[in-house]
């Protein structure tokens, strides 16, 4: 079974099943909600990166990337002390910011496009395999499971067709059901040496985002996937083995719906977190509130005095007096991480780092 050719795309049967159907409505309904929520968000910056950084964190720990919210937010906060996989997890932020920007910028998808995500998360040139020898191991016995195809032509034309079904639309099947299709055939393909898994759940999002079915880049599969995994990788193999497409595509949808509600619910607790502090931060400091200093108390998990002073236009002296009254009051705790004192939203922090 390992020795059959990875046929192109689209696939070769129906797969607009009734069960697909029926799931499709409510992930599109769902999606249609975030979507409306997140637009009407004066910040958006705020929103993002703080799911974001709970994506790099869940999608690296797929890869037994394991770090803490704790790590990331020193690694994020200061070059010192950075822990390996802290800092993997921030390449992996790196490498979204970057696929956002370029799908923003192009209106497109292309395999350079994919090429460059997968050398920042991996921090190497390797490129396309050229090599034999990657297999797919089932994670607990070790046995192979799954050959990709070998050979850097084959790799390639692979690779233009499924470019062409991304960013084509000539057969009529929704996007969010191409969606499941698409990072079925790219993990199937498995063009990197490494990287593969992240490279192809951040094309999912990039997806959403080229077909407008998302302005913000800000639903992840990642977690859905950790909470299902074994469902994960069968249904990979059953579309290879029994073409079993229905099955897969019903997976990805249920996890569309259910990671856009979780993600519309800590999108409203983040807006109610930002009006509760301006409210108290009103009657407690009147003479520093201002909605822009409290936007930017969230625009990070911390701030720096330089951010104060930038994003206010005030002087370092005055930077600093707020950020001191800020803490005395509560707002904010700081640490001195290597040569500069951080001083941490803990209760934007502590939503994001607990939200379920
Ligand atoms: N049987 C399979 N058929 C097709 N694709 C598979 C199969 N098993 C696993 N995969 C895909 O391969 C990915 C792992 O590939 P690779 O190690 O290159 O990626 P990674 O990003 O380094 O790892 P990970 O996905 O574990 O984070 C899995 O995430 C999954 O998407
Ligand atoms: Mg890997």
């Known amino acids: 079974m390992n020795d059959q050719i990875l046929p192109m795309l689209p696939p070769d049967i129906d797969v607009e099943t009734k069960a697909v159907l029926r799931q499709l409505a409510k992930a599109n309904r769902a999606l249609a909600e975030l979507k409306g929520y997140a637009e009407s968000i004066p910040n958006k910056h705020i929103l993002i990166n703080?799911?974001?950084?709970?994506?790099?964190?869940?999608?690296?720990?797929?890869?037994?990337?394991?770090?803490?919210?704790?790590?990331?937010?020193?690694a994020m906060s200061s070059n010192s002390e950075v822990k390996p996989n802290a800092k993997e997890v921030i390449n992996y932020r790196t490498a979204l910011w970057r696929?956002?920007?370029?799908?923003?910028?192009?209106?497109?998808?292309?395999?350079?496009?994919v090429m460059e995500i997968q050398a920042i998360i991996e921090k190497n040139r390797a490129g396309i395999r050229k090599l034999p020898g990657t297999v797919l191991r089932n994670e607990i016995s070790g046995e192979t499971v799954y050959t990709p195809p070998v050979g850097e032509t084959l790799i390639r034309d692979l690779l233009s067709n499924l470019e062409k079904y991304i960013n084509e639309d000539i057969h009529d099947i929704d996007p969010l059901i191409k969606l499941a299709i698409i990072h079925y055939q790219f993990e199937a393909i498995h063009p990197f040496y490494d990287g593969n898994g992240r490279t192809g759940r951040i094309i999912n999002v990039l997806y959403l985002v080229l077909k407008k079915l998302l302005d913000s880049p800000i639903l992840y599969l990642s977690r859905y996937i950790i909470r299902n995994k074994s469902a994960y990788y069968r249904l990979l193999q059953d579309v290879r083995t029994s073409n079993n497409w229905a099955e897969w595509i019903v997976y990805?949808?249920?996890?569309?719906?259910e990671t856009a509600e979780e993600?519309?619910?800590?999108?409203?607790?983040?807006?109610?977190?930002?009006?509760?502090?301006?409210?108290?931060?009103?009657?407690?400091?009147?003479?520093?509130?201002s909605?822009?200093?409290?936007?930017?108390?969230?625009?990070?998990?911390y701030t720096?005095?330089?951010y104060i002073e930038k994003g206010l236009s005030v002087t370092r002296k005055t930077a600093v007096s707020y950020l001191t009254s800020l803490e005395k009051e509560g707002f904010l705790i700081s640490e001195r991480i290597g040569q500069e004192?951080?001083?941490?939203?803990?209760?934007l922090y502590d939503l994001v780092k607990y939200h379920q």
């Open 50 to 74: 703080a799911i974001m950084i709970n994506e790099a964190k869940d999608s690296s720990a797929i890869e037994n990337i394991i770090t803490t919210h704790d790590e990331l937010f020193k």
């Open 99 to 113: 696929g956002y920007d370029l799908v923003k910028t192009q209106d497109i998808l292309t395999i350079n496009n």
């Open 252 to 257: 990805i949808l249920k996890g569309i719906e």
């Open 263 to 289: 993600t519309l619910r800590l999108a409203k607790l983040i807006n109610t977190e930002v009006d509760i502090m301006c409210t108290e931060i009103k009657v407690k400091l009147p003479k520093i509130y």
């Open 291 to 301: 909605k822009e200093l409290v936007e930017l108390l969230f625009y990070e998990f």
């Open 304 to 306: 720096k005095t330089i």
């Open 341 to 347: 004192r951080i001083y941490q939203n803990k209760r």
